[in-house]
Every structure is written in structure tokens, then in C-alpha cells.
């Protein structure tokens, strides 16, 4: 079976605590910086960004909802976050790394996930779901720099 396999990254102008604490604020649903492209809901009594959280995530790509859940499986504070696709339209594992450079902080997210069923494989290839994984993320990595620019 195909899986997508897609890293998107970005260097934002703020040091890793600023921007873990960013991440951690949306998919908390405090911030709703990333809206409407991702919106976030904590499903779990486990606080976000404890080792298994869990979150609601609704994806929207050209109007087009996506909604998947997700279960934080590790957390290295102002470094990491992995969490699993554990129900919804994917199955797989997303994973946030920030790393300090000299001029802010380099933020990645790989997204390594296969559709979950027929009808959301048909979906995923015919819109190209990799493309718009990464469309989704480069308008969420603008999004956290124009808030946090906003913050300070």
C-alpha cells in the first residue's frame, strides 16, 4: 500500500521556547493562529503537550475539510513533537522538530501517513494530498510568523 511521506520546513523569527509554546497554544484551540487552514481540539484529558494527548485536527485545503485524530507518543520540550494519525482520514506519524539557528528557529513537520479506506485514498490522489499537506503547512508556518511577530 502507498504512503505519503512529505517534510515541509521553515526558518521563524523567534527561539524554540516562543515557538514550541506557539505550537503548543493551537492545538490547544487557545490561539487559532493557523485558521482556517488547521483548526485544533483537544479530545483528552491529558493536557497538550503530555505524552498522550490527543487532538482533533480539521484540515481544510481549497474548502475541502479533512478531519483526523491525533495522539501525542513523544515530547522533547522546545525540541520535538511525534505524535500518531490514529483515527480519521490517515493512519501514520507526524513529527515536529525545532532547532535553534542564529537568527531564529529552523521548524520542520514531517507527515509519513497512508489513508485510512478507499474513499479517502480516491480523495487523497485526486487532489494530490501530499501538495496539499505541504500548501497547508507553508501557510501555517506564515501564519505562526505573523503571530508571534504580533506577540512580542
Do not use: C
Not at 484540515?59 to 507518543?73: A, D, G, Q
Not at 483515527?87 to 521548524?107: D, H, M, P
Request: glycine letters at 8%; a positive charge.
Amino acid at each position: 500500500m502507498f504512503e505519503f511521506d512529505v517534510t515541509d520546513e521553515a526558518v521563524i523569527s523567534a527561539q524554540p521556547s516562543v515557538v514550541y509554546a506557539a505550537l503548543l497554544g493551537e492545538f490547544e484551540g487557545e490561539t487559532g493562529w493557523w485558521r482556517p487552514w488547521a483548526a485544533f481540539r483537544r479530545r483528552s484529558e491529558r493536557a497538550t503537550g503530555e505524552v498522550g494527548a490527543v487532538h482533533e485536527i480539521t484540515s481544510r485545503h481549497r474548502s475541502r475539510p479533512v478531519v483526523f485524530v491525533m495522539k501525542t507518543v513523544e515530547i522533547r520540550k522546545n525540541e520535538l513533537i511525534r505524535a500518531r494519525y490514529v483515527e480519521g482520514a490517515f493512519r501514520g506519524e507526524g513529527l515536529w522538530k525545532l532547532t535553534a539557528q542564529e537568527n531564529g528557529t529552523n521548524v520542520s513537520y514531517r507527515w509519513r501517513v497512508r489513508p485510512k479506506g478507499l474513499l479517502p485514498w480516491v480523495i487523497a490522489l485526486a487532489f494530490d494530498a501530499p501538495k496539499a499537506q505541504s500548501e497547508i503547512m507553508k501557510a501555517g508556518f506564515r501564519a505562526l510568523e505573523r503571530h508571534l511577530a504580533r506577540s512580542t
